[in-house]
């Protein structure tokens, strides 16, 4: 059976929000000095790859990545509004560490039931099906080899919706900044197969996480 679409997938750099391991969600915060590094070391990586399209989030930090990885390819880059980050509600801005210890049932029933929303956000269960058109358009786009730069909660739910996975499943695959994936789409229609080939692969940067 032929490779009929390799994607690359990544996670946006570092945010001055994730360096102070504060909640963003959908804030649109641009990458730190950190976060632009880590951009600079998966462009170095990706530096001889070659993929036809870059499909990001709509969020500067993602957008931002995609550019740093672009400028040794100079592709065509696509939006997707649906790949913006899970909606944190009254929690984005706070700290991850204040807010686990002051909201440990709700925090606690967050993880554990895919379908409960953080306080004025969003649940895991409505991103995984608001991600789902997306994942669609890049399955159904011409391009062979793609490039996808989104989020944590995102690429998460792209993983699920492409192995069809149960999103208490789905939710378990961590993706650290500007780590690297790469899914192969194999086969047409029914018989269409995909296999992950790695996952959160960041051994082009231990030194900046």
């Known amino acids: 059976m032929n490779v009929e679409k390799t994607i690359l997938l990544t996670r946006h750099g570092s945010t001055p929000y994730n ?91 967050w993880v554990m039931n895919p379908e409960a929303g953080l306080p004025g956000g969003e649940s895991f269960g409505e991103v995984f099906r608001r991600v789902k058109p997306g994942v669609e358009e890049i399955l159904n786009s011409p391009h062979s080899r793609v490039l996808v730069v989104a989020h944590a909660i995102v690429n998460r739910a792209f993983l699920g919706q492409l192995l069809g996975m149960k999103l208490i499943t789905a939710r378990r695959f961590r993706m650290k900044n500007c780590a690297l994936s790469k899914l192969e789409v194999y086969g047409k229609g029914e018989g269409q197969f995909i296999a992950v080939d790695f996952w959160n692969d960041f051994s082009h940067m231990t030194d900046l996480l």
């Open 19 to 109: 360096d102070k391991d504060l909640l963003q969600g959908a804030i649109d915060i641009p990458l730190s000095q950190k976060g632009e590094k880590q951009g600079e070391r998966l462009a170095e990586r990706l530096k001889e790859e070659s993929f036809d399209m870059i499909f990001h989030s709509p969020l500067i930090r993602a957008r931002q990545t995609a550019e740093i990885i672009n400028q040794y390819h100079n592709k065509p880059m696509t939006q997707i509004d649906s790949f913006v980050e899970m909606a944190m509600g009254h929690w984005e801005g706070d700290n991850f560490f204040k807010v686990i210890e002051e909201n440990p049932g709700i925090y606690q029933k």
